[in-house]
């Protein structure tokens, strides 16, 4: 046998194995995926969203889309804006006060992606009543801000505006 059909036949084999592995592999990445929601990238409809309150009382949250991006809005009890305010800023992981995250108290406004590892959090949820990160436990307060678990950094705020009393529009 000559060097080169020798390394050729060592070429093929060392890629069959892969594949091989591969296929192995492949069911339990898919289950894996299957069983923990996580964004899916792509579908960005750069219209505003339109959402209305009405319906959401005290205490209960609504999930929208925007830019295929889940948007939590949460509405807010009076002991869950008081109880955030009283939080020392300086003892969170992402210092920021529960006023500089909400343009009204009463509505938190967050986009429902976990900021450790993309996946979308569960709530009302968790040891601070916020969200609850089922990939690897991070939690987040009914402001959106990182209170424990993995993730560093608190949730995003899209951009949005009240346009009347009962109406949030999600997007510039
Ligand atoms: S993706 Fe949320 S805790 Fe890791």
Redesign the pocket.
């Known amino acids: 046998m000559t060097a080169k059909r020798h390394s050729r036949r060592r070429l093929l084999r060392w890629v069959g194995g892969w594949l091989g592995l591969a296929g192995m592999t492949a069911p339990f990445a898919i289950a894996a995926q299957g069983a923990l929601p996580r964004i899916r990238r792509g579908r960005e409809d750069p219209q505003p969203v339109e959402v209305p309150l009405a319906d959401v009382p005290p205490g209960e949250m609504l999930q929208v889309e925007w830019r295929g991006k889940p948007i939590f809005v949460r509405h807010r009890t009076a002991a869950e804006i008081a109880r955030e305010r009283a939080v020392p800023v300086a003892s969170l992981r992402d210092p920021e006060t529960d006023q500089a995250r909400t343009r009204r108290p009463e509505w938190v406004v967050v986009e429902g992606i976990?900021t450790?590892?993309?996946?979308i959090?569960n709530g009302p949820l968790g040891d601070f009543g916020g969200w609850y990160?089922l990939?690897?436990?991070?939690q987040f307060d009914t402001a959106g801000r990182v209170r424990a678990?993995?993730?560093r950094e608190n949730l995003k705020i899209p951009p949005h505006e009240f346009v009347s009393e009962l109406v949030l529009r999600v997007g510039p």
Do not use: D, I, L
């Open positions: 976990c450790h590892g993309g996946c959090p990160c990939c690897h436990g991070s678990g993995p993730a």
